[in-house]
């Protein structure tokens, strides 16, 4: 069993989905991130928020086997809020607020007992700050990072030099495109591939359509878990991730072919996220079911 | 093997693409399905051409086992033309001019021999003519249709009846999206199979994602052969329906179980099609070749 450090950011979210609405509720990549890998994996988690944020949240976070030591509150400030609304499709949406708060001054402090974490996950945040936490670590045996289309944007050439420190990348299609000026996912993960030496995987999210993953040499498509309905994508990137990232602790195998298996991982605890608002869905789990689960996948893509 | 019969438009298309430009090349969704089913077995075609369609295709087809009685040439009129622009990304397009000319009028003829076909591919044509077809043959074992969106947009009721005399349904994500009203493919999928109890299958091309295909009870995901570029997608989803009807012919056996593994050749004769303009990619095939990427799509899919 390896240990996993993440860093990334803690938030407070409004949501509109076709699905409903909600107010107020706790999200942030490291929270799904650490909720997800929790359900196979011990997690560090690396963050601040403000006091606003619910004290009951962390507490979970800790019965499940979280370390919240590196989850710094800053009193009297306010968490990092982000407010969005998602079009008909669940593929789309619209940023309505995004409000920094206390990520706008922050500066990540690592427990000592952090600094041997064997994987570390750079889940989005600003990639000064995925650089800064890498710095301050022995390096990790694996360094997972992702980012998003804001800073690809905005701050390309940062975004750049944390793929080119990381062993395994995940992104999603658009952003990959964005990213290379690429019309075909494909040509574009080559591209990224070959100008990152270090990359052991590149993980491509197509949303509904389920994951790419490559090596170079070695190729892997495998669909989403069918859902008939979504009721919020938010953080569904972020606990594929902790799914894929949960397991790859577990087993302490960091090869492609392992990295396959974590990818199915990924998409369920994916799927349980996308199946209630905020972090609800990754509150409950059952192993047994993640077990039918993983079956499930291989009758849907066997012939 | 069984003999298969298809009845679909044969035609004279312009098409540009990122890739490139090229006017007055063959086309039509009766001529990719024919030609991509004789990499698997004999072939009857019913259509129409005006004298302007190049005989040198029409001796091409016969050399590959294509039997062309049925399709009948209209002296002195002009073949169904058929003019569109591709989008950078390759999965939309622009139809800039479709002139019907001979399918105007167009009668379907059946020679008498064409009558026992065990299996009937309605391709896309006026659902009209789809419904016509199917009532002059004994009813064949396995009959299995495609559309398009225009006639979804102006004879939804006519081509909600070939569905529902249909074994096999094969559709896009989009049109099915269109057809039903969902937002959710696989809820589509679902209200579809609930509404036509004759379908034995129905076969969602999600585009450079893959394929979808259930029964209501299983269900099959198939990523796409991975292509770094594309020369042409026009005629990919009839190559793909050529292929997956070709391999049923071959193989006699129409289970669900053996759908998915014609899924699989479909998609390797889709992928032949998009490599070149307008047929030529359908042109020259290896079996051992499609015995390779066979392995390729296993190795793929696998974990």
């Not at 390896?2 to 949501?15: A, E, M, Q, Y």
């Not at 990348?169 to 574009?188: P, R, Y």
């Not at 990924?266 to 409950?284: H, M, P, Q, R, W």
Request: proline share 4%; charged share 25%; glycine share 8%.
């Amino acid at each position: 069993m390896k240990k996993i450090l993440v860093v990334g950011s803690v938030g407070i979210d409004d949501i509109e989905t076709p699905s409903g609405k909600v107010e107020g509720v706790p999200g942030g990549s490291a929270v799904y991130f650490s909720l997800a890998a929790s359900m196979f994996s011990a997690v560090n988690i690396v963050g601040v928020a403000g006091s606003d944020f619910p004290r009951d949240i962390i507490d979970f976070m800790q019965t499940r086997g979280i370390d919240t030591k590196g989850l710094e509150i800053v009193d009297g400030q306010k968490t990092f809020r982000w407010s969005g609304r998602y079009h008909d499709d669940m593929d789309n949406r619209d940023t309505l607020l995004t409000e920094l708060n206390v990520l706008e001054t922050f500066k990540p402090k690592l427990p000592e007992e952090y600094k041997n974490s064997e994987i570390l996950f750079l889940a989005n945040i600003k990639p000064d700050l995925q650089l800064e936490v890498l710095d301050m670590l022995n390096r990790p045996e694996l360094v997972i990072s992702d980012t998003m289309n804001f800073w690809i944007y905005n701050d390309p050439s940062k975004v750049a030099q944390v793929i080119r420190k990381s062993d395994v990348f995940i992104i999603n299609d658009s952003e990959l495109l964005l990213m290379t000026g690429e019309n075909n996912f494909l040509a574009a993960a080559d591209r990224i591939l070959e100008e990152c030496s270090l990359l052991k995987a590149l993980i491509v999210k197509l949303g509904k359509f389920g994951i790419y993953a490559t090596d170079g040499k070695e190729e892997f498509f495998l669909p989403a878990f069918p859902l008939r309905q979504v009721a919020d994508p938010t953080g569904a990137g972020d606990s594929f991730a902790g799914g894929f990232a949960g397991y790859l602790a577990k087993s302490g195998d960091f090869t492609f072919q392992n990295m396959k298996t974590a990818c199915v991982y990924g998409s369920i605890t994916a799927s349980y996220s996308v199946n209630d608002f905020s972090i609800e869905g990754l509150k409950d789990f059952d192993v047994e079911d993640i077990h039918e689960e993983f079956e499930q996948f291989k009758k849907l893509t066997s012939f």
